[in-house]
């Protein structure tokens, strides 16, 4: 990370989750210098209208408020989850003995190349947006069993970020969902790391959730010499209706979208070469 962006990063207040601002800050639709996602398809530029007016509907229909980092109390399952971190970090040691054969985000996502192109941000995805990997979830039964405590649960994935890896300033695209992150590897020293949601940042620590709404500008990063892995799961937003309805509507058409169908299929050919190569070894 550059000198400017630690002092910038240095500005921030940090808070722990239970610091809440009383009057959060409004959510901006776009981030300056990160250009938004974005497809020639009529039915493609159509839906994203769709999604702008739901959006604003979402802020104003939220039934726990919209501030960019939570206090986990709103969410009693979240101390679930937490008490799941034993058997998720064996689960994810077992994943890590082939960390350098995980595809790295954009190699599944393309349009994660807006914010990182290398692979120093690694991912095992276990599900999203109405597909599950069958493989993948009988490898971390345990994960998959403590995110059923979960509700309105979308993408569970391990996220992982190497060393010196920067996720720049950016939005996620659709207010509609929160997100949680569970610390699973840690590396100190973790001044070195951490996340900024809006002007607030957050340092993980293992078997420690963090839940915040990634529709605020942030960015993450790990400056420490070792591997940096949370738990990384999208849920759907409580919402009052119509809001909730609309919401479960758009997440539910999400997946005819390229954005989406695009990275399952990278999913899915990523996961047959990958599960054919440890085939091979075990025959070996």
């Known amino acids: 990370m550059s000198d400017r962006d630690s002092s910038r990063l240095g500005a921030c207040r940090v808070t722990t989750i239970a610091q809440q601002d009383t009057n959060p800050p409004a959510q901006r639709f776009g981030t300056d210098g990160i250009k938004p996602m974005g497809r020639p398809s009529l039915i493609t530029r159509i839906f994203m209208r769709i999604v702008a007016f739901v959006e604003r509907m979402n802020v104003q229909f939220s039934k726990v408020g919209n501030p960019p980092i939570y206090d986990k109390a709103v969410f009693p399952w979240a101390s679930k989850v937490e008490a799941a971190y034993p058997a998720i970090r064996a689960e994810l040691e077992r994943v890590l003995t082939r960390k350098d054969d995980l595809p790295g985000f954009h190699e599944l996502s393309a349009d994660v190349a807006t914010i990182s192109q290398d692979r120093g941000w690694k991912t095992f995805f276990l599900c999203g947006y109405g597909f599950s990997s ?60 951490g996340i900024r949601v809006e002007h607030e940042v957050y340092r993980w620590r293992e ?3 963090v839940i915040f709404d990634d529709a605020f500008e942030h960015e993450a990063w790990n400056r420490t010499p070792h591997t940096r892995v949370v738990l990384f799961v999208d849920f759907r937003k409580p919402l009052r209706f119509p809001a909730n309805f609309l919401n479960w509507l758009l997440l539910n058409l999400a997946v005819f979208t390229p954005f989406i169908r695009e990275g399952l299929d990278n999913q899915k050919a990523w996961e047959k070469k990958f599960y054919e190569e440890a085939e091979a070894l075990r025959n070996r």
């Open 207 to 209: 078997g420690e959730a």
């Open 134 to 193: 069958e493989n993948n979830i009988k490898a971390c039964p345990q994960t998959w069993a403590a995110c059923q405590n979960i509700p309105g649960l979308i993408t569970v994935m391990y996220s992982i970020l190497e060393p010196g890896k920067h996720l720049p300033a950016h939005r996620g695209p659709y207010n509609g969902v929160l997100r949680l992150h569970l610390g699973l590897i840690i590396p100190e020293p973790r001044e070195e790391l």
